[in-house]
């Protein structure tokens, strides 16, 4: 059975930074895209960043994220990490770790697989 296992939740100020992993297991092969999302109550389940299972320049991010967050992949090691810094309360949401072998543009839809959700709280 493929699983997805998110760590590196937990509470910070606001402009302080958080790291996500995310590991699978249960899969042999490499999963054709990675990404993260997050929920916050109230709101649909938001796409923040997604990541190409080649080269570094396959990597996606929100508009609301774009030089704050960092995606990187380790295909070896079967894990997505997600850093995440100058957070505000607005990044405050439960992040999901998300896995699909579909062919998606910027790695942005059509998720397949995903892990329980780790929450990050900001405070101001």
């Known amino acids: 059975q493929v699983q997805l296992v998110e760590s590196g939740g937990g509470s910070v100020q606001a402009g302080g930074s958080l790291r996500l992993s995310c590991v699978v297991s249960?899969?042999?092969?490499?999963?054709?895209?990675m990404a993260w999302f997050r929920q916050a109550p109230g709101t649909e389940r938001e796409w923040v960043a997604g990541a190409l299972y080649t080269g570094r320049g396959t990597r996606f991010y929100a508009d609301f994220v774009k030089g704050r967050f960092t995606i990187s992949r380790d295909n070896d090691k079967k894990l997505v990490d997600l850093q995440m810094n100058s957070l505000t309360p607005e990044d405050s949401a439960v992040y999901y770790c998300?896995?699909?072998?579909?062919?998606?543009?910027?790695?942005?839809?059509?998720?397949?697989?995903w892990g329980q959700g780790t929450q990050v709280t900001v405070s101001s």
């Open positions: 249960g899969y042999t092969g490499t999963f054709r895209c």
């Open positions: 998300a896995a699909t072998n579909a062919v998606t543009a910027h790695c942005r839809n059509n998720y397949t697989t």
